[in-house]
């Protein structure tokens, strides 16, 4: 059984900062990537921005040089801060995650809410 659980959303304003957090439990041996999303009451779903296992970061260019990705690997975490909030930001935020379940199975993609495929 694996979860992914996004906390720390919020109203989001101008000038605000907020961090939020994706944590994932279950029988995982390890994350790939995780995957920042947000979208807007009547607009598209925007990415904007991934994280890999190495560190390595990409960002929207909505974003850039505002939001920061981060990741506890021990903890199974990821934290986006987000800094210098437009009107543009308000939008609801979630994650993803590709996933190597101990098994050696691959979650890609893996959101909250997704059923589980692997049984025991």
């Known amino acids: 059984q694996v979860q992914l659980v996004e906390s720390g959303g919020a109203l989001v304003q101008p000038v605000e900062s907020l961090r939020l957090s994706c944590a994932a439990s279950?029988?995982?041996?390890?994350?790939?990537?995780m995957n920042w999303y947000r979208q807007a009451p009547g607009k598209q779903r925007e990415l904007v921005a991934v994280?890999?296992?190495?560190?390595?970061?990409n960002y929207a260019n909505s974003v850039k040089g505002r939001f920061t990705l981060s990741r506890d690997n021990a903890a199974n975490t990821g934290y986006m801060q987000m800094n210098i909030l437009k009107p543009g930001d308000a939008a609801a935020y979630y994650c993803t995650a590709d996933i190597v379940l101990v098994s050696g199975e691959l979650l890609d993609s893996w959101g909250q809410g997704t059923q589980d495929p692997v049984s025991s």
């Open positions: 994280i890999t296992s190495d560190g390595s970061t």
């Open positions: 279950g029988n995982i041996l390890s994350i790939y990537a």
